[in-house]
Every structure is written in structure tokens, then in C-alpha cells.
């Protein structure tokens, strides 16, 4: 199985060909096709497995024909429990946008949030972050009308971390049409229950 029967686009082909990926790996196999005909996904994976380019490649190239407009809102929302896992998947997002024109941000605690609105209004498509301060710039007013892609990363270690409400809550504020991604890597009662 090779990344091209994945049906995955040139630029994103040749980005991942420059890091050196030879074969998807097996949630990359089992989740991409899916995320590109559309569907909710709830799969358990574990840090290692290549689970942040088996959503991050779908979602690139379903939004790939973005817009230069900087008045542009946030088309795709990544959440993740820490500042270091996010900083992570914001470097693999870049990776494989390299040769495409999508552009995302990093959303944390502990930074500016002033200085993140201000950057917000730059023109940004996919952001990542953890969900306490994605909540806070959504209740001052981020335009969050054309989400189109929900990533919940490492959700049973959120829910262990307390941010339960928070998930659900920045959910229910969601687009109606939207995809969701779940990933987690145990298949607990309590990320079942949040997968409902
Ligand atoms: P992740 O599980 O997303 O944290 O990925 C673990 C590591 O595997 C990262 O360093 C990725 O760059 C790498 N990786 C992801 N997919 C592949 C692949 N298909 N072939 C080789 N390495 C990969």
C-alpha cells in the first residue's frame, strides 16, 4: 500500500516523500480514506503510531483550496491536552503543508492572548491548541462559523486532566456540519461515553 492509492494530493505526496515516509502506517491506512469521504472518526492510537499525519493529511487536503483573504476565519480546530503536544502537531501540520498554502497557528495558556487574537485576524486556517485557551478566545468573540474539522487529540489523557467540560462545551458551539476526529489511546467507559 502506498501513500498515492490513499488518493492523496501531489503537494501532500511530495511533502511527506521529503521526510521520508515510505508506507502509511496502519491508522494512516484505515483513517485517511475515511476522513476524506466525509466521516466522524473514533480510533485508538497511541504516540508513535503516525496518528497526527493520518488526520492532519486528510484535513490539509480537504482544505486546500483556501482563500488569501485575512479576514478569513479558522476553518479547522486541533485540540490537544498540553503546550508541548501541541507545539508538536503544530510542526507536523507545517511539515506537511510546506508546499500548499494553508496556514495554522498555535493557541495555548500561559501566552498573550491579545497577541494570539491579533494574529488570528491574520488569516489563519487550522488552529491547534489545548482546550482551556481555545475556550477563552471563543468566548471573546473567535469566529468560529466555518469550522468545518474537529480534532480532539489524546482525549482519554484530557479527560484524565479534567477538560471534559471544556471539550463539550466548544463542541456544542460548533457548526452544525462539521467532521469529528477522536483519537485516544486507551478505549475507556469515559472516552466512549464522550465519543456518543
Ligand atoms: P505520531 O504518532 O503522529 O506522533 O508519529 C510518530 C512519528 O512517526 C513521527 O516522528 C512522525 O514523523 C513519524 N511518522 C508518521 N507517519 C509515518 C510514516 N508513514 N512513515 C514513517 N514515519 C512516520
Given at each position: 500500500m502506498s501513500f498515492e492509492k490513499l488518493g492523496l494530493i501531489k503537494p501532500l505526496l511530495g511533502a511527506i516523500k521529503e521526510l521520508g515516509y515510505e508506507h502509511p502506517t496502519l491508522i494512516q491506512k484505515r483513517a485517511i480514506p475515511l476522513v476524506l469521504a466525509k466521516s466522524d472518526i473514533f480510533a485508538t492510537?497511541?504516540?508513535?503510531?503516525?496518528?497526527?499525519?493520518?488526520?492532519?493529511?486528510?484535513?490539509?487536503?480537504?482544505l486546500r483550496n483556501t482563500t488569501a483573504d485575512e479576514n478569513r476565519a479558522i476553518r479547522a480546530v486541533i485540540l490537544s491536552p498540553t503546550r508541548e503536544l501541541s507545539i508538536q502537531i503544530h510542526e507536523d501540520v507545517k511539515n506537511y503543508s510546506k508546499h500548499m498554502s494553508i496556514t495554522s497557528a498555535i493557541l495555548v495558556g500561559g501566552k498573550d492572548i491579545e497577541a494570539q487574537q491579533r494574529m488570528l485576524k491574520t488569516g489563519i486556517d487550522i488552529v491547534i491548541g489545548t482546550p482551556g485557551r481555545f475556550m477563552e478566545l471563543m468566548d471573546k468573540g473567535l469566529d468560529i462559523k466555518n469550522i468545518e474539522f474537529?480534532?480532539?487529540?489524546?482525549?482519554?489523557?484530557?479527560?484524565d486532566m479534567g477538560f471534559s467540560k471544556e471539550i463539550r462545551r466548544i463542541h456544542l458551539q460548533l457548526p452544525k456540519r462539521h467532521q469529528t476526529l477522536l483519537f485516544s489511546a486507551t478505549?475507556?467507559?469515559k472516552v466512549r461515553k464522550l465519543s456518543k
Open positions: 492510537a497511541q504516540t508513535g503510531t503516525g496518528k497526527t499525519a493520518a488526520f492532519a493529511l486528510p484535513i490539509l487536503q480537504k474537529f480534532v480532539v487529540d489524546e482525549a482519554d489523557r484530557m479527560l478505549y475507556s467507559d
